[in-house]
């Protein structure tokens, strides 16, 4: 399943050219990504009560379009891969009112025991739900 995360862009947000900045596109990951887990059951803070944090290795941002001040827009975020250690999302930004491809991206994640602070395995929980949010995001509108 592709999870859509809607929002409009803030005057906030936006760099000296009047487009939507990378560090608020990387923001609009979190949420898309959280928003994820939370509607399959799985909020950060049960990930967290059950003894595990997720840590972000890695992110990769490629602008494509503008958005400016107002624009709404979606990310499209989808599990692009789950291992046994590491597991990735893959996102798409799109504005809504022409479908323009605004951004995409990648993140990469460990899971780590808190309590030792160390990578962990990723527990069967956490896999079979990333699992449920594996589709191309090619498919996504």
């Known amino acids: 399943m592709t999870n859509t995360f809607a929002a409009r862009v803030r005057l906030s947000e936006t760099d000296a050219r009047g487009?939507?900045?990378?560090i608020s596109l990387l923001v609009l990951f979190e949420?898309?990504?959280a928003d994820?887990?939370?509607e399959l059951g799985l909020p950060y803070s049960e990930i967290v009560a059950r003894g595990f944090n997720a840590l972000t290795v890695e992110a990769r941002l490629i602008n494509h379009a503008c958005a400016h001040v107002d624009d709404l827009?979606?990310?499209?975020m989808t599990a692009a891969e789950v291992g046994r250690l590491r597991f990735s999302f893959d996102y798409n930004v799109r504005r809504v009112s022409d479908n323009a491809l605004i951004a995409a991206g990648e993140t990469t994640h460990i899971f780590l025991d808190a309590?030792?602070?160390q990578p962990a395995r990723l527990p069967e929980?956490?896999?079979n739900a990333l699992l449920r949010?594996?589709?191309p995001l090619a498919n996504a509108p």
Do not use: S, Y
């Open 19 to 22: 487009c939507i900045d990378d």
């Open 31 to 33: 949420a898309a990504r």
């Open 36 to 38: 994820g887990l939370r």
């Open 73 to 76: 827009i979606v990310v499209h």
């Open 115 to 117: 309590a030792r602070n």
């Open 125 to 127: 929980w956490l896999r």
């Open 133 to 135: 949010l594996r589709e």
